[in-house]
Nanobody
Framework: QVELVESGGGLVQAGGSLRLSCAAS????????MGWYRQGPGKSRELVAT???????HYADSVKGRFTISRDNAKNTVYLEMNSLKPEDTAVYYC??????????WGQGTQVTVSA
């Protein structure tokens, strides 16, 4: 069973930066996209960014120009570089990886807190 392990969350002041990482413990059959969702306090889970195995990226409007997603296919790892962080970016960030043949995989979540 493949696991997604996230790291890099924490507490940062507004305007600061953080880098999240998510490593899959093995190869995911039929994987196309990896990415990040987030869930803020009292909010529903929302898509933040995705990247396909051939490098096509998609961002939520709220993070465009501030966040950058990338992936290393050889390491089965996806990254999220977050700059110019705002208090409204405070959330638990969840990594995911899709599969054509299995249920999607999810990480356990990592807390990002941005203080004003």
């Amino acid at each position: 069973q493949v696991e997604l392990v996230e790291s890099g969350g924490g507490l940062v002041q507004a305007g600061g930066s953080l880098r999240l990482s998510c490593a899959a413990s093995g190869w995911i059959n039929g994987n196309r996209a990896m990415g990040w969702y987030r869930q803020g306090p009292g909010k529903s889970r929302e898509l933040v960014a995705t990247v396909t195995d051939d490098g096509i990226r998609h961002y939520a409007d709220s993070v465009k120009g501030r966040f950058t997603i990338s992936r290393d296919n050889a390491k089965n790892t996806v990254y999220l570089e977050m700059n110019s962080l705002k208090p409204e970016d405070t959330a638990v960030y969840y990594c995911f990886a899709d599969s054509l043949y299995e249920d999607d995989y999810w990480g356990q979540g990592t807390q990002v807190t941005v203080s004003a």
